[in-house]
């Protein structure tokens, strides 16, 4: 990414339909009221409309000064704010050099170390006293910024994060000659951003309370093709002949045959202002001369509607033009959306939620839906506001007395401002942003103190308020660059203090219109539902509240992914696990502690590691250390793990009860050689060399080190096989010894294999060869990509270490899929792992494999299958058959899994209408619908299938055929159908 690149972000309207990428993602720190928590513990918010909102912080130093933002890149700073940036300094550490220092308010109106004040007023405008920058600062690995004494009140340092894999340009970059006249140049072009020639081609009456098609680009059958009737509208401008009943218009735009709208708002709502006409002029919409535009980018696959609908008692002129591009690739773009909410009368419940939570004092008060989202991704572009604030003036004062404020005059509890915007992004629990006011969130700020100021910019407007405040105000906030990514759920609220009526003559009252932009097949995140739709939306909320495994590990609330540690001490086995204790998508990773005394019933301990100054904690290994080499105690249990912060470092911790651990207080005993990736190092004991081994993902290869003492490491050899391309890279690997059925020791070296979702995600490799103590050799079938599973999700995937010699191997995997892991259907928990499998090696016809088969405690039940019903709960069902035969397993609702084994000998699971499908765009390719397995032997086949809460996880031949795949039934399955020619025996825990 070039400095050109970033500047382009902020006016690049295209790249706003554009699917977000796996990590890409966006929020805001802000000086929020820090009273405001989420409580994790105990699931519910504390003190959630705490208003103190000008100087919080994420932690004080010993000068005084305050953290106000800490991230790990790479990304950049989009947007600052400030409503009284003073003169003591901010510091800017980028990539761990400081390299801003200067006064806050001089950060605002100087550039560099200019002797002048900046001069770009429409990149960094200061508007109704909001101090303003959108001049991007990019980092690479991480960026802090602390302000000292004296720095002010109140601030919003607004990110965004990209991909692992980009590179950032310089900070520096925009102080050159290139870079300064860029940023002119960019500056111009916001300056006339509501230049546009209006040459209406389009002349309509709309009788009273009739409706008109304004607009429509479509087949009247389906072409061959898509992209032959695709298109994008990309300036819509409209002029009517009595702009004062344009609130009674509404404008509804259909995008590829839909039924329902995409877009549906009051006209001048939609275009970000109010009926009263008053001219303003944003980078997305505006009012110039009488005309209404829109430069949102709307693209269509198979044809566009947009219809405008007369709510009032008289006919009205319209005349309009609609500005088409070609947009061949549509069908890869997302749909543009905008919904308006709220009538004026009452606030709208917010959809899926339990409408008391948001009545004043309970604990959700004072948030007020903006917008809810659903089931695609996608990205957050901006609201308009209409607020209805209407007080009676205090102490009998007159219309002409109506300066309030510090000068001694009367103050007024009547400000509507005072609400926090709270983006809540893929379930988290606690918003990733967290305003300080709603006025801040727009764009200015002190707005309860006169002047009362009319204001627009590039993507923010005032387009309406009375001299006096007292009345309609209108308000829009545009995200471009700051668009807010997610990928399966958005929620957006907005604090309302005030009922809307609220004493004598008071009123206020809130009305919204959002937009965003979602994948086509979910593009009508929060349509108002018919009563058919909304009982399908009810039906999805119970898919939410998954049913827990029974035989296999998952976390009681929180996001776990990675299992790390794998141990048995010689009386019960631990498991540690990748954990983000306050949400259910991935977040600053902990280490999760849960032990076992069967391996199948868990029972959590708590937290064993929490993020330190050297990073997060990501994946690794434990050992016990029986002679004491580390010096910890004698049985002391050592883990060893990544640091993620700056860079990707080796660190240990250690226990001598087994719970409790303290980080080595010499970490990183692995300093970063000076590459990206360099993680999950897994330790296991040499018994041969009396000396510890190490395997670790380094990109493309894995490395191997030894060491005497835990603390200190040598590299001693690394491989890779070098079929891995740019776009990929190796994780958790793992490494140990299998008898092989003719009595020699084979090394196992385990892979998990990181890669885009077009090339399935993330799965374990495999190899097999010779390991010398000091370097891995593949010598059986190299260069030949083995597959530790035949399914999607098993990801992650390593083996127990033992203190007792010649125990099983036993395996445990994260049982997802990089792909789409954090938007599966969730409620308290998201991630588990897979059923343990004992490991073994045997021989096929197509060579040595690895030989899989689950670890399961004695069921409590055991028949033959007679009337095809199916137990509740977890069950297993062992199916004979000697000839091709397809089994279908189903619910009430008619979904379906089906098995069996086809006339080529393949075994076949297809969960292409198991349930719930249609959350992740790739959880619903066809790419990811049907696992199949080539059978090396013929005859009898008997298949294990284990349904364990939203995990099907199925075993063939002896253990050559492994496969796991999430399920999602919207009831449990419960019949069990074509069983004619097969046997079938079920079991139930």
């Known amino acids: 990414m070039t400095y050109n690149d970033l500047l382009n972000r902020l006016i690049d309207l295209s790249s706003l339909t554009v699917k977000p990428a796996r990590g890409e993602r966006s929020g805001c720190f802000s000086s929020f009221d820090r009273r405001s928590d989420y409580l994790p513990v105990e699931d519910r918010y504390a003190d959630w409309g705490a ?18 933002l800490e991230l790990n890149g790479p990304g950049t700073i989009v947007r600052s704010w400030s409503a009284m940036p003073s003169d003591g300094n901010i510091r800017v550490y980028i990539d761990g ?7 806050f308010e001089k950060y605002f109106t100087g550039f560099g170390s200019d002797f002048a004040p900046a001069n770009t007023p429409d990149i960094c405008p200061h508007i109704s006293r909001g101090y303003n920058s959108f001049i991007p600062i990019p980092f690479q690995t991480s960026i802090r910024i602390e302000l000292a004494p004296g720095w002010g009140m109140y601030y919003h340092f607004t990110y965004t994060l990209f991909a692992m894999d980009t590179v950032m340009p310089a900070y520096s970059d925009h102080f ?15 300056h006339e951003r509501g230049v546009h020639t209006f040459t209406p081609s389009i002349r309509k009456t709309i009788p009273a309370f009739g409706s008109v098609l304004l607009y429509k680009s479509e087949a009247e059958t389906p072409p061959p093709h898509p992209s032959a009737s695709s298109g994008a509208i990309e300036l819509l401008q409209i002029r009517l002949n009595d702009a004062s009943i344009s609130r009674d218009i509404r404008i509804s735009m259909y995008w590829d045959g839909e039924d329902e709208p995409s877009v549906s708002a009051p006209l001048c709502d939609f275009f970000g202002t109010s009926e009263n006409g008053r001219p303003f002029a944003s980078w997305l919409s505006g009012y110039i001369g009488g005309v209404y535009y829109s430069r949102w980018l709307m693209p269509y696959s198979l044809g566009a509607r947009v219809e405008l609908t007369n709510a009032s008692d008289q006919a009205i002129d319209v005349e309009a033009s609609v500005k088409v591009a070609p947009c061949r690739d549509a069908d890869e773009r997302m749909r543009f959306c905008a919904r308006f909410t709220g009538d004026g009368k009452s606030a709208p419940q917010a959809t899926g939620y339990n409408a008391a939570q948001f009545e004043p004092g309970a604990e959700r008060f004072p948030d007020w839906p903006l917008l809810i989202t659903n089931g695609g991704a996608g990205r957050f572009c901006g609201v308009h506001l209409r607020i209805t604030n209407m007080w009676t003036y205090p102490n009998g004062m007159k219309e002409g007395e109506w300066w309030f404020g510090y000068d001694g005059c009367d103050r007024l509890d009547w400000w509507w401002g005072e609400g926090d915007e709270k983006f809540f992004v893929d379930g988290e629990k606690f918003p990733s942003t967290f305003g300080t006011g709603s006025e801040d969130y727009i764009g200015y700020a002190w707005a309860a103190e006169p002047p009362f100021a009319l204001f627009d910019s590039p993507f923010a407007a005032n387009s ?24 399966s759920r958005f929620e957006a609220f907005i604090e309302k203090y005030k009922g809307d009526i609220w004493g004598e003559g008071n009123r206020c009252e809130y009305e919204a219109t959002a937009f965003w932009y979602q994948e086509p097949v979910a593009a009508n995140g929060i349509k108002e539902c018919k009563p058919e739709n909304k009982t399908e939306y009810i039906c999805r909320q119970k898919i939410a509240a998954i049913t827990r495994p029974a035989l296999r590990f998952a976390p009681a609330r929180g996001w776990t992914n990675d299992p790390n540690g794998l141990l048995y001490d010689g009386k019960q086995y631990h498991l540690f696990a990748q954990y983000h204790p306050a949400d259910i998508v991935w977040g600053p990773m902990h280490w999760l502690h849960a032990v076992s005394d069967d391996i199948t019933h868990w029972r959590e301990v708590g937290i064993a590691l929490r993020p330190d100054a050297l990073g997060t904690i990501f994946s690794g290994s434990a050992v016990v250390d029986m002679d004491n080499s580390a010096g910890f105690g004698s049985g002391a249990i050592i883990a060893m793990y990544t640091s993620h912060g700056d860079k990707e470092r080796q660190c240990i911790a250690y226990s001598v009860d087994g719970i409790n651990f303290t980080a080595y207080s010499a970490n990183p005993v692995i300093d970063n050689p000076g590459i990206r990736d360099f993680r999950d190092p897994k330790v296991f004991r040499d018994d041969i060399s009396k000396c510890w081994n190490m395997a670790l993902a380094a990109g493309n290869r894995i490395e191997f080190y030894t060491s005497e003492n835990l603390r200190d490491w040598n590299k001693t050899g690394e491989f890779g096989d070098g079929l891995l391309d740019e776009r990929c890279i190796y994780e958790c690997p793992d490494l140990f010894p299998l008898t092989a059925p003719g009595g020699q020791t084979v090394w196992v070296l385990l892979a998990s294999v990181g890669a885009p979702a077009e090339r399935g995600g993330g799965r374990v490799r495999y190899f097999l060869g010779e390991y010398d103590g000091a370097s891995f050799r593949e010598t059986i079938a190299p260069q030949t990509v083995r597959w530790l599973d035949d399914g999607f999700d098993n990801y992650a995937a390593v083996t127990f270490n033992s203190v007792l010699p010649g125990a099983d191997r036993i395996l445990i995997g994260w049982a997802a899929n990089p792909a789409y892991a954090d938007t599966t259907p969730a409620d308290r928990f998201r991630g588990g792992m897979t059923l343990p499998r004992r490991l073994s090696l045997i021989e096929t016809s197509s060579g040595m494999r690895l030989s899989q088969n689950p670890v399961l405690p004695e069921p409590i039940a055991h028949v033959s299958s007679v009337d095809g019903s199916l137990p509740n709960g977890a069950f297993a069902l062992i199916i004979h058959a000697d000839k091709p035969f397809d089994v279908r397993i189903e619910n009430i609702n008619g979904d379906e899994l089906l098995l069996g084994v086809d006339n080529e000998n393949n075994i076949y699971i297809d969960r292409t209408n198991s349930g719930v499908t249609d959350f992740d765009v790739w959880f619903n390719k066809p790419v990811y619908k049907r696992a199949t397995y080539m059978r090396e032997q013929n005859g009898e086949c008997v298949i294990h299938l284990i349904i364990d809460g939203d995990l099907l996880e199925c075993f063939a031949d002896g253990g050559a055929f492994a496969c796991a795949m999430r399920v999602f039934p919207t009831a449990p399955y419960s019949m069990l159908s074509n069983t004619t020619d097969v046997r079938v025996e079920i079991c139930s825990w």
């Open 51 to 68: 208003n103190d909102d000008g100087s919080g912080y994420i932690r004080k130093l010993d000068d005084g000064s305050i953290v106000a």
């Open 464 to 487: 309406d308020m009375p001299l006096d405040g007292n009345g309609i105000t209108s308000v829009c906030r545009y995200h471009v660059a700051d668009n807010i990514p997610f990928q």
């Open 97 to 103: 050099e400081l390299i801003i220092n200067k006064p």
């Open 176 to 190: 050159t000659r290139p870079g300064r006249i860029a940023l002119a140049r960019l500056d111009r072009i916001l």
